[in-house]
T-cell receptor
Framework: AQSVTQLGSHVSVSEGALVLLRCNYS??????LFWYVQYPNQGLQLLLK??????LVKGINGFEAEFKKSETSFHLTKPSAHMSDAAEYFC????????????FGPGTSLSVIP | SQTIHQWPATLVQPVGSPLSLECTVE??????LYWYRQAAGRGLQLLFY??????ISSEVPQNLSASRPQDRQFILSSKKLLLSDSGFYLC???????????FGNGTRLTVT
């Protein structure tokens, strides 16, 4: 069965510093991978998705992620953190079942220090 | 454009009372529909999904049920709430297999 792990439940970075949020997955088939962001008391918004077209995926708000099959990873990065990036980030995987079962990681809370 | 509506935004209910949360989608036909629960400080747990009217699949046995009486309407229910049912409930839809999920703004349920 597919699964997702996110290393680090809380990550703090200084404003302007590099953001790196880690995601590793397991899947018996080529995966579809997603990053979502959740602001307090809101639903999740799609940041970016990997669907096998390109290994480096660019998303909204300056975020990007790189699919590395050999490492079964899909880490999320942003060169320079903004205060508005403070939120919960979820990595997710799908593709193993005949229906749209999306498996979410436990999430990483990102704090940005001014 | 497609939109998803979920209500109410917050709800406080006593233990043993019934529950009904509603979710509707506009601007698309035959969406896949989902109910997720997010407990405090934890990830998302898939509760139910539906690929069509009257077709409901449950991911975990629990005190909740779901129904899809219309193509773009998804309802989460309980006959008797438990304290453990407290959490943040999210409805979502997707258009086709392995496409991204689109989430509503969620319902914060507190069972007292």
């Amino acid at each position: 069965a597919q699964s997702v792990t996110q290393l680090g439940s809380h990550v703090s970075v200084s404003e302007g510093a590099l953001v790196l949020l880690r995601c590793n997955y397991s899947s018996s088939v080529p995966p579809y991978l997603f990053w979502y962001v959740q602001y307090p008391n809101q639903g999740l918004q799609l940041l970016l998705k990997y669907t096998s077209a390109a290994t480096l995926v660019k998303g909204i708000n300056g975020f990007e992620a790189e699919f590395k099959k050999s490492e079964t990873s899909f880490h999320l990065t942003k060169p320079s953190a903004h205060m508005s990036d403070a939120a919960e980030y979820f990595c997710a995987v799908s593709g193993e079942t005949s229906y749209d079962k999306v498996i979410f990681g436990p999430g990483t809370s990102l704090s940005v220090i001014p | 454009s497609q939109t998803i509506h979920q209500w109410p935004a917050t709800l406080v209910q006593p233990v043993g009372s019934p529950l009904s949360l509603e979710c509707t989608v506009e601007g698309t036909s035959n969406p896949n529909l989902y109910w997720y629960r997010q407990a405090a400080g934890r990830g998302l747990q898939l509760l139910f999904y539906s690929v069509g009217i009257g077709q409901i699949s449950s991911e975990v046995p629990q005190n909740l049920s779901a129904s899809r009486p219309q193509d773009r309407q998804f309802i989460l229910s309980s006959k008797k709430l438990l304290l453990s049912d407290s959490g943040f409930y999210l409805c979502a839809w997707s258009g086709f297999r392995n496409s991204p999920l689109h989430f509503g703004n969620g319902t914060r349920l507190t069972v007292t």
